[in-house]
T-cell receptor, first 107, second 115 residues
Framework: EDQVTQSPEALRLQEGESSSLNCSYT??????LFWYRQDPGKGPEFLFT???AGEEKEKERLKATLTKKESFLHITAPKPEDSATYLC????????FGQGTELSVKP | GAVVSQHPSWVICKSGTSVKIECRSL??????MFWYRQFPKQSLMLMAT?????????EQGVEKDKFLINHASLTLSTLTVTSAHPEDSSFYIC???????????FGPGTRLTVL
């Protein structure tokens, strides 16, 4: 059975304090790993697609990496506006979401 | 990225009434659209997959007679919650596939409250 587990469930950072979010997965035939950002009361906003182990993608303060078992979302020098829930999803057959990591960045 | 809209953004209705939610892909054509629901502090749960011009495929445990889905065109899918009850209150989100790798792009969601 395809599974996605994100950790930690919640993360509190000070502004400028870099950290990483983890997404561990098991899937039969990975057809993509996706990272989304979701603000309260809104739909998920697409961030990255990763397809093969060793792949990396960057966008502003965010960098996503992928291995055969997990993906990391690295946040460098975060700002308060980076506060949101970050969702990881994998596609084997259908798209399966993890529970998300709620990130809070304090000034 | 591709843009998806939903209407309405929120709705309050009485128990027993039906509510229709529209999902539109604004700048791309979506052969397939997806409907999710999300409870507070929980992740997205796929309800059904909507294919243009054919019947939707529902996930296990989702009542197809209660959640009617119509995908009339490549840019419009609708979800009708029939005879809504308070337990149907939730955040409903649609998405459409686009891009080189068929990434899913999500709408802003619809907050349904059934009194």
């Amino acid at each position: 059975e395809d599974q996605v587990t994100q950790s930690p469930e919640a993360l509190r950072l000070q502004e400028g304090e870099s950290s990483s979010l983890n997404c561990s997965y098991t899937v039969s035939g990975l057809r993509g790993l996706f990272w989304y950002r979701q603000d309260p009361g809104k739909g998920p906003e697409f961030l990255f697609t990763l397809y093969s182990a060793g792949e990396e993608k960057e966008k502003e303060r965010l960098k996503a990496t992928l291995t055969k078992k997990e993906s990391f979302l690295h946040i460098t020098a975060p700002k308060p506006e980076d506060s949101a829930t970050y969702l990881c999803a994998v596609r084997g057959g259908k798209l399966i979401f993890g529970q998300g990591t709620e990130l809070s960045v304090k000034p | 990225g591709a843009v998806v809209s939903q209407h309405p953004s929120w709705v309050i209705c009485k128990s027993g009434t039906s509510v229709k939610i529209e999902c539109r892909s604004l700048d791309f054509q979506a052969t397939t659209m997806f409907w999710y629901r999300q409870f507070p502090k929980q992740s997205l749960m796929l309800m059904a997959t909507s294919n243009e011009g054919s019947k939707a495929t529902y996930e296990q445990g989702v009542e197809k007679d209660k959640f009617l889905i119509n995908h009339a065109s490549l840019t419009l899918s609708t979800l009708t919650v029939t005879s809504a009850h308070p337990e149907d209150s939730s955040f409903y989100i649609c998405s459409g596939g686009a891009g080189a790798y068929n990434e899913q792009f999500f709408g802003p969601g619809t907050r349904l409250t059934v009194l």
